[in-house]
């Protein structure tokens, strides 16, 4: 079902670049940090949320700008390591006579695949642009293999104490993920694009799970459970080349 909806909306895309006349079109390519979070479907007591820098990755893009309009329509590539974390309260986890901040693991290779639609809300003559968009990612989880985390670092105290060693499930998964963010930069000669590039998305379906048996202070508490959805902020910058010249009227 996944596929033929991923095969359907690539038909539709391919039609309205067939359909539509264009003034130019762009391949990019940039480099950036996600920062991802994790989330507790069941709670470690005591615990704060995560959000970190999990990965550096490269973007790929190419965007169809329509004629006579401002808005443009886009598709973007990337891939990147699907990390779970757990974040422990400083001073709660002690690792040699330094505080563990935390521990996580990535059993999975995600990829994704976006298709948006752009808005430049700056007039055409500018040489700056800055265009918000909307975008509805097909994103796809692979397993590498890895199952159990490693017994690097134990949990041992002094407040968290591991029972067993903290165990990491991961799926092959496909679904869809939506994002919103913006798209500004400088176009230079009317060709070379110099960009930064902000995304967030949000994604409802786990594709990897870290369960956590312990002791919080001697006492057993409920398995924790932390999940990966694809849910993070995406930031790059990046350098792109149009095809043809857009040239830039008074509107």
């Known amino acids: 079902m996944i596929k033929l909806i991923a095969k359907f909306i690539g038909f539709i895309v391919i039609c309205l670049l067939s359909i539509s006349q264009s003034k130019s079109q762009e391949l990019s390519i940039g480099y950036g940090l996600i920062y991802t979070a994790t989330y507790q479907s069941e709670r470690m007591f005591e615990s704060k949320s995560d959000f970190m820098n999990s990965d550096a990755i490269y973007y790929y893009t190419y965007e169809h700008y329509l004629k006579n309009s401002k808005f443009s329509l886009s598709g973007t590539f990337i891939k990147f390591k699907g990390e779970t974390n757990i974040k422990f309260r400083e001073g709660s986890v002690l690792h040699g006579d330094n505080s563990l901040i935390g521990v996580g693991f990535s059993g ?107 002791a919080f202070k001697g006492v057993n508490q409920k398995t924790a459970v932390f999940e990966s959805r694809g849910t993070g902020l995406f930031c790059n910058l990046g350098i792109g080349y149009r095809f043809a010249k857009l040239i830039r009227n008074s509107n």
């Open 108 to 214: 999975v290779n995600v990829s994704r695949f976006d298709i948006g639609i752009n808005y430049n809300v700056m007039p055409k003559r500018f040489m700056y642009y800055f265009k918000p968009f909307v975008t509805v990612g097909i994103q796809t989880s692979k397993k590498t293999g890895v199952e159990i985390y490693s017994e690097i670092f134990q949990i041992n105290g002094p407040e968290y104490y591991e029972l067993e060693p903290v165990t990491l499930i991961s799926y092959n998964k496909t679904h869809l993920i939506p994002s919103l963010g913006f798209k500004t930069g400088i176009l230079l000669f009317h060709r070379i694009d110099l960009f930064l590039y902000i995304q967030g998305a949000c994604g409802f379906k786990s594709y990897q799970n870290l369960y956590f048996k312990y």
